[in-house]
């Protein structure tokens, strides 16, 4: 697609992450090239990446468009960084959680309050603890009870 990013010049390390995980799967250093419009080199790049883009409002002035107001840069590579997942141990860059658990201190707010704790389905709410007893159904907490103190 087309973005606004910096201008890119001299050598760039070029990272390819893994579809299923984001993963590092590659990290390459490729020397960036603008390409000038009209040339042989932009006519051909112009044309593999017009064939890529999707959704284009204008498809019959899009190439002239990218020669007016875009830039067009070659990344051709230079070395391979980093190859595959890596070893177990080697670290992956993001932020470790905290030591002592990542919820910590008081529940936070909802919004219309907390509902009833779920239980079990069926099984009756005992001195208010909010148990999941179905409506309907009052001899519920009865048959409960007594299931619990041995009697059928």
Do not use: C
């Amino acid at each position: 697609g087309e973005q606004d990013l910096p201008a890119l010049t001299g050598v760039v390390e070029v990272v390819v992450p893994g579809k299923d995980t984001g993963a590092r799967l590659a990290a390459v250093l490729a020397r960036a090239r603008t390409l000038a419009p009209g040339t042989a080199e932009w006519v051909e790049a112009v044309g593999v990446l017009a064939g890529k883009r999707l959704n284009e409002r204008d498809p019959a002035g899009q190439r002239d468009r990218w020669a007016r107001s875009a830039s067009v840069v070659r990344l051709e590579p230079v070395r391979i960084e980093h190859l595959g997942r890596g070893s177990p141990d080697s670290p992956s860059g993001a932020v470790r959680p905290p030591a002592d658990g990542s919820t910590t201190g008081r529940r936070p707010w909802h919004w219309r309050g907390r509902g009833p704790v779920r239980r079990a389905a069926g099984r009756p709410a005992e001195d208010g603890d909010g148990g999941d007893a179905r409506a309907g159904d009052h001899g519920a907490e009865e048959r409960y009870r007594a299931r619990r103190s041995g009697v059928q």
